[in-house]
Every structure is written in structure tokens, then in C-alpha cells.
């Protein structure tokens, strides 16, 4: 079946970001957590720095509504040069304005809000903001306030 998901780039904190989304979405880390000391040397390759080696190669986790939000370390050692932008928002979309309030606190504390939750003039309640991580949140909920 096809699916979409989100990949998240960090420079060393993948780790420290995904057990955070874990703790806000609930939800458990689905197939093995690799890291880059898992990988088999490769002809032609270097081989990974000592300090590298415990970083992220690869994790998932569910979110919402069948969404993957998937991960890695992106090292300089590894040809990375690592730039966090605007360009690129997760766009959650709860079933109820208490699930929206309740993801949208807990993934905006220490972080950024760029936009509070309301009631926007498109009929839904919307808000937006910054992780502590840098990475940038959109939650829009179509329950009606009652």
C-alpha cells in the first residue's frame, strides 16, 4: 500500500528528538532503531569516526493517521552540511481541538509558536510554531468549537 512520511535531518540529537515525539504522540518506535556503527564497511568506503558511531542511521515512528515520521543524524564526517529552514512544515491534522491543544503545548514547549491556536476564517482551529529542535509544526483541527 503506498504511503507518504515525513524524514527529518539532525546534525547529532535524533535520538534526543524522536524519544521527545514519542513521549508527545504516544505511540513506539516501529522496526529497528540502526546506527551508523551498524553499517557493514563498504568497498571504497571510509570508515565511520569512533564518535559517529552511536548516531542514528535510521528510526520511525508512527505519528497520526498512518503518517511515518522518519530519521538520522546527518553528520559533517558523513558530507552533510546541515541547514534547518522554513521551507518544510508537518501538517497535523487531529481529530479533536483537546488532542490538538494537548500535541500542540507539549511540541511547542521550548520551542517557537509562530501562529497561537484559533479559530481560523476557514471554518478550522490552527496553529503553528518551531520545535526546540528547529523543525516547524502545523495543527489544524476541523471539530467545531462547541
Known sequence: MASVSTYL??????EEA????????KTEFQGQIIRIGDVPPQDGMQAFPEE?????????????????????DAPESMGFKLNFGNNMHINLEPDTRAETERIFNALSEGGQ???ELADMFWGDYFGS??????????????????
Open 129 to 146: 510554531f518551531i520545535d526546540k529542535f528547529g523543525v516547524h509544526w502545523m495543527i489544524n483541527c476541523a471539530e467545531k468549537n462547541s
Open 52 to 72: 559517529d558511531k552511536d548516531l542514528i542511521m535510521h528510526i520511525m515512528l508512527p505519528i497520526l493517521g498512518g503518517h511515518q515520521l522518519m530519521g538520522t
Open 18 to 25: 524522536f524519544n521527545f515525539y514519542k513521549s508527545v504522540f
Open 113 to 115: 509558536v509562530t501562529m
Open 9 to 14: 535531518n539532525f546534525y547529532r540529537n535524533t
